[in-house]
């Protein structure tokens, strides 16, 4: 099934570690996947490796709170060998503090939950995930539990980020969890536009036989290929708000106007760029000499 409820978390792990999901979610994971042996990174209050000891499956259990940083220790060299299924159940993002609140006196200087800013927590999932990644065996499964978050009027979806890093042929499940009994949930905050997010993602990936450095030269063309699209899409509307044909020089101020100038800034020679993009792709036709429409 791919979308998963359980109000009960079941007897498994600690209920009053806060963020840690229900047993149920665990034994459905495992009976599905069948995994010989399986890695759990932060591993909280021990739910995921209740549930495998109860199923007979060798697991090993890994957490910052005990020493282990995924965004810097080989998970492989700590396991010492490839696994079945490498799977975490990581912060998203402050919306817990665990070191310093649910654990520990003080905040741990490797602890994800206090990367105040979103991008940067991102590119260290992202160096988690690549490690969970190097860490299973060929065929093998690696996968996150996560959910969307809502900050300072900011909605970020952690899933669509992480799946927009990691190799995306690898992808093969995304499993929508239902969320129950959250400290949100019981609050009020008055008249509220949006609803409440009630919800997570699963996301699994099976490992190819790629090695790292493959995958990494395979993620950076898939983001080529996004800068690219998004390019065509920039001048696309352009064209369009001028009315689907105009001279090159319209065109420029058309799209200084609509791109971020964030994506200007970066490529000193963006109108090179803007030539090059109506000069290479089918949306685009030449009609006179300056002069380019949408074909």
Request: glycine content about 8%.
């Amino acid at each position: 099934m791919s979308i998963l409820s359980f109000p009960d978390r079941g007897p498994w792990g600690d209920s009053r570690y806060r963020g840690n999901a229900s047993g149920h979610i665990y034994r459905e994971l495992y009976q599905q996947l069948q995994p010989k042996d399986i890695v759990e990174v932060f591993a909280g209050s021990g739910t995921a490796k209740q549930v495998a000891d109860e199923l007979g499956i060798p697991i090993v259990a890994l957490d910052l709170k005990d020493g282990f940083d995924a965004t810097r220790h080989s998970i492989l060299e700590k396991v010492g060998h490839e696994s079945d299924l490498v799977f975490g159940h990581a912060p998203y993002h402050t919306m817990i503090r665990y070191s310093g609140s649910v654990w520990g006196e003080k905040p741990h200087p490797a602890d994800l939950s206090h990367i105040e800013d979103i991008d940067e927590f991102i590119d260290a999932m992202q160096a988690v995930l690549l490690n969970q990644r190097e860490a299973t065996r060929p065929g093998g499964v690696y996968g996150t539990l996560t959910g969307d978050i809502r900050k300072d009027g900011r909605y970020t979806s952690l899933q669509a980020e992480y799946i927009a890093r990691m190799p995306k042929n690898e992808l093969k499940a995304i499993l929508i969890k239902t969320q129950h009994n959250t400290v949100s949930g019981r609050k009020s905050y008055g008249k509220m536009r949006y609803p409440f997010i009630q919800h997570e993602y699963i996301l699994l990936w099976e490992r190819a036989r790629a090695g790292t450095y493959q995958v990494l030269a395979a993620i950076t063309r898939q983001n080529d290929r996004h800068v690219k699209g998004t390019w065509r899409a920039i001048i696309r509307h352009a064209l369009t708000t001028l009315g689907g044909e105009a001279p090159l020089e319209r065109i420029y101020r058309a799209v200084a106007d609509t791109a971020p100038s964030s994506r200007l800034a970066a490529n000193e020679n963006w109108q090179a760029k803007v030539r090059q993009v109506l000069q290479r792709h089918r949306d685009f036709a030449n009609r006179d000499r300056g002069v380019w429409a949408l074909a």
